[in-house]
Structure formats: structure tokens, C-alpha cells
């Protein structure tokens, strides 16, 4: 039995290109560093709170791009 592998974020790579840290989103969200990565790269689903906060960085950052 072979389990399918995680999903990363779509805002993985895109905090990287902006140079925003784990630490950052990690204060952002009230969550450890840790849980932070876990959600990024797909083992841990955020709650919907967390979530929320993660589309509108992920808009913020791609309005930015735009500029």
C-alpha cells in the first residue's frame, strides 16, 4: 500500500521568492515554527482561521508581483 505523497502549499514557493520566513508565518498564524513547515509542505492541514490568513497573504504577495 503505497500513500499518496503530500501537496505543498501554493504559498510555499512564493514566501521563498519574497524572502518571508517560517519564523514570520509561524508569528502571523500564533503557531510554532514547526507546525508552520508542516502545513507549507503538505503534511498538516490549517484550520479554516489559518487558512483565511494564508489566502490573503498569498493575494497580498501576488498584487505585489504584479506592481
Known sequence: L???????????????EHGITQAQVALLLDLSISSVAQIL????????????????LLCKLQQ???M
Open 2 to 16: 503505497e500513500l499518496p505523497k503530500p501537496r505543498p502549499h501554493p504559498l510555499k514557493d512564493i514566501l521563498k
Open 64 to 66: 505585489e508581483g504584479e
Open 41 to 56: 509542505c503538505g503534511y498538516r492541514k490549517p484550520t479554516a482561521r489559518q487558512e483565511k490568513i494564508l489566502d490573503e
